[in-house]
């Protein structure tokens, strides 16, 4: 074989590598992955698409609900860790490498004020005063009443929700039990009624939300002490949100539907948050809380339309008060679940999600006529669990970010590789193409 001809099948083969490569590149029906561009479907049951949700998340409402939650008013919280498991005998199974124990407040981390009472005040909404929550007839409360002498003050900023290692067939147990708790029996997501959907996914929401924060702050660096650890000391587990979440597209629209439910809560009583009282006894602290909030309803509406929810499309039959009152038992029912949780952390998170949702529904689900006396009877606990509740989720939606960057990555390295081969290929045919030429001339 003369260099003529070696020349000619070396160019052939560059030429057929790089259109191999471009080919596979282009063709590819994971290019919309690989521009990791979001969904700009309508969220089922909602009315806001995702890719609007994922813009407000980012740009107006996580990065306020940061600021929020370490104020002082929303970093103290108050909560029965101590209370029994009504169900069974629990096990404590806590594994991993994240601490199960919570750190509750030093004395001078408390104001003041909220020490002077035993119970907790209640606000004045429209000049109308609301018997107090923990007095109210138990048919009338979305959450289990706690025993007020076991409840201690935790802050929530020294506590952060990460993965403990609480897992297993404990942690499953709970799940099983919260779900035998919808009261609604349907088959397929599909053919439920708008009730039961709504209902099932709040508390698919709530678990992926939870799951989400697991995979994502899953790993502890190394040296790093778990007692004191925080969110930016620990590293995600892909495979985990793989199998937990990616491979489940509804369990992450659940998510998005939680958030926008929680939303249409601040969205409805939105007077009545912007003039609460978040009075901790720092006025130049509680002003700055108050200010806060205002931004926070106000700034998100420039991204998302202005009723996440239509809530009044729910309940339309004449059995409704039989239903609502139906729903209540059963979410009262899941609320006593998590005195179940073996994990203390885990336990404490459990119930600010379980009240932040609780808070969320009793404010969705009243008429006009109820609402005021409704808010007029919220109190301070629930306040903060419907905020730092909502900040977790809205934490878990950014936190997809974190897993669509790694996929992005995994996706688009290998069309990299192709891509480098073919330059490489067009580099090498272009100098053998100029020693084929050279030998043609002489």
Request: glycine share 4%; aromatic share 10%; proline share 3%.
């Amino acid at each position: 074989m003369n260099k003529l001809t070696t020349c000619m099948l070396v160019i052939i083969t560059c030429l057929a590598i790089t259109a191999t490569s471009f080919n596979s590149f282009g063709t590819s029906n994971l290019f919309s992955k690989i521009m990791n561009e979001p969904e700009r479907t309508t969220l089922d049951d909602a009315n806001c698409t995702l890719q609007s949700i994922d813009e407000a998340n980012a740009l107006v409402v996580y990065p306020l609900l940061q600021r929020l939650v370490r104020t002082d008013f929303f970093k103290i919280f108050k909560v029965d860790l101590q209370g029994e498991c009504p169900f069974w005998v629990m096990q404590k199974v806590c594994t991993g490498q994240g601490s199960c124990g919570v750190c509750e407040c030093d004395d001078d981390d408390i104001p003041v004020s909220w020490k002077q009472t035993k119970v907790t005040p209640v606000n004045t909404f429209l000049g109308m005063q609301s018997k107090n929550k923990w007095t109210d007839k138990d048919v009338d409360c979305w959450t289990k009443v706690p025993d007020s002498h076991s409840m201690t003050y935790v802050n929530l900023l020294l506590n952060p929700e990460t993965r403990t290692g609480y897992s297993g067939e404990e942690a499953s147990r709970i799940w099983r039990a919260i779900y035998e708790e919808n009261c609604f029996k349907s088959g397929k997501l599909d053919d439920m009624c708008l009730e039961e959907r709504v209902f099932y996914r709040l508390l698919s929401g709530i678990h992926a939300s939870i799951t989400m924060k697991i995979a994502t702050y899953y790993h502890l660096k190394n040296g790093t002490n778990a007692t004191t650890a925080g969110y930016d000391a620990f590293e995600p587990n892909f495979q985990m949100y793989h199998y937990a979440l990616e491979k489940f597209p509804d369990r992450v629209k659940n998510l998005y539907f939680i958030y926008t439910f929680t939303l249409r809560a601040l969205q409805k009583a939105g007077t009545f948050f912007e003039n609460y009282d978040y009075a901790t006894g720092n006025k130049t602290e509680d002003v700055y809380t108050q200010k806060l909030v205002k931004k926070l309803l106000r700034d998100h509406s420039s991204h998302l339309c202005d009723n996440v929810f239509d809530e009044k499309l729910l309940f339309q039959s004449p059995d409704k008060v039989a239903l609502l009152d139906q729903m209540k038992s059963h979410f009262r029912n899941i609320s006593s679940i998590m005195d179940c949780v073996a994990c203390e952390k885990c336990k404490m998170w459990a119930k600010i999600e379980i009240l932040g949702l609780a808070t969320a529904l009793k404010i969705v689900l009243a008429d006009e006529n109820e609402l005021p006396g409704i808010l007029g009877g919220i109190q301070r606990n629930e306040v903060i669990a419907l905020i730092n509740s909502f900040k977790q989720h809205a934490q878990s939606i950014s936190d997809l970010q974190v897993f669509r960057d790694l996929r992005w990555k995994q996706e688009i390295s290998p069309y990299i590789s192709y891509l480098v081969t073919g330059v490489m290929a067009l580099v090498i045919g272009r100098l053998l193409w100029h020693l084929l030429r050279d030998q043609l001339n002489k």
